[in-house]
């Protein structure tokens, strides 16, 4: 599971540096063709492309891509819906992981906040989830521990589309929930099945229990403890 997820964060990292360097290209290609006519020298796009370029390239080998998501989630952070879906995402996580039994050790909002905790990517709820890996180095893991995980894993989508009526966010969470269940055999097709089905029981738990994610998504707001977080879920 660890190594899993660290793969998948690898990844996004990757894609979010290429992001990056192709935002800059537009950018620096925007300003040639624009300069002209703001008589702007034909050296300070091409010095600016040089630089955005070679950071890019010291973020993506030494950083892991770290600074990439630093600056664009610094960016999308001026958004209030985008700070909003992402408390709200990982508030149905947070409640959905309390409701089966998963312990739960913390969780971050941002990729700063994650950043300061040491942990790679953008942030979001962890699990104290050494049995789930445990289980699945063995190469067997029980039909109980990985509904509960599937389902953890689609709450998120599941609590952005009840409030927002669509999603933005999951990409990794549906990486995640595939990639374990390509890996212990399961076909694309049943994968598919089950991740429909796993948002749906989400979506279920977080309808039956609204008034606590509600508190919870309050609570989340101000950063509140893990543990008064879980008092909140009644």
């Given amino acids: 599971m660890k190594k899993d997820e660290v793969a998948f964060k690898k990844l996004n990292m990757s894609q979010t540096t290429l992001n990056l360097i192709a935002i800059s290209i537009f950018l620096m290609t925007m300003s040639v063709l624009l300069g002209p006519l703001f008589n702007l020298s034909p050296t300070v796009p091409a010095l600016a492309t040089f630089t955005i370029l070679g950071l890019a390239t010291l973020d993506s080998f030494s950083l892991q891509g770290r600074g990439g998501i630093l600056f664009l989630d ?10 909003d879906r992402i408390i709200h995402h990982e508030a149905g996580h947070f409640l959905v992981a309390s409701l089966l039994g998963i312990p739960i050790t913390g969780y971050t909002l941002s990729a700063w906040e994650a950043w300061k905790q040491g942990q790679v990517g953008q942030g979001g709820v962890t699990f104290d989830d050494d049995e789930l890996a445990s289980q699945l180095e063995l190469g067997k893991i029980s039909a109980q521990m990985l509904d ?11 609590a952005e589309t009840l409030v927002f009526n669509n999603t933005e ?7 995640k929930f595939i990639g374990v269940l390509t890996n212990i055999g399961f076909s694309e097709s049943v994968c598919q099945q089950k991740l429909r089905f796993h948002a749906l029981q989400a979506k279920n738990l977080l309808q039956e229990n609204w008034s606590s994610y509600q508190a919870l998504v309050n609570l989340m707001r101000q950063r509140a403890s893990v543990a008064d977080c879980q008092n909140a879920i009644v």
């Fill in 169 to 175: 966010g999951g990409a990794d969470d549906k990486n």
């Fill in 148 to 158: 509960r995980y599937c389902t953890v894993w689609m709450a998120g989508i599941a």
């Fill in 74 to 83: 610094w960016i999308a952070g001026f958004s209030k819906e985008h700070r």
